[in-house]
């Protein structure tokens, strides 16, 4: 982890990960980004949405992505977007982000709000709010030390609350997969 706070360093822009439809909140991203011109999102995933995307001038497609392909630009992102209206108990873009010390500005919903903390992990915004998640946006923009602050945050709570399980399922698929050989 030596080589950690470098990697950091040089992060920017923001990532949203998931369908491209109107339960994601994808809506309210395009509307942000009109509302605050300096954010530039890396859109990765698929759906109704991405002609409009595919348009915006503040967004890159990025199409589906996994595995390392995805590693990588969650490690190059200042944070990660999730405007979603709905919620997984614990959503996977948001425990990647966490894994790759990436911070999180999401919705204040489920338990987004209950694993964020905002100014510490990431920042919150009202639901469906695209001008509270512009403000947000433009804080993210301003503040990038701070933003890094927070997602080397976002990294030892992934590692407290969720590297055991991760661990152990880990190990377990490995010991599965080499009693197959």
Sequence with gaps: MANRPA????????????????EAGI???VEALDLFPGARVEVVGSGPASLTLAQHPQVRLAG??????LQALLEAAAYLVLPTLSCD???RPLIEAFANGTAVIASRIGSLADLIEPGRNGLLFEPGSARDLARRLAWAEAFPERMRQMGECARADYQARF??????QTLFGERRRFARL
């Design 7 to 22: 990697r950091h360093a040089g992060r920017h822009g923001g990532i949203f990960v998931g369908p491209l439809t109107a």
């Design 27 to 29: 809506g309210t991203l």
């Design 64 to 69: 589906n992505l996994k595995g390392d392909d």
């Design 89 to 91: 108990p614990v959503p």
């Design 163 to 168: 590297i055991t399980t991760w661990s152990y």
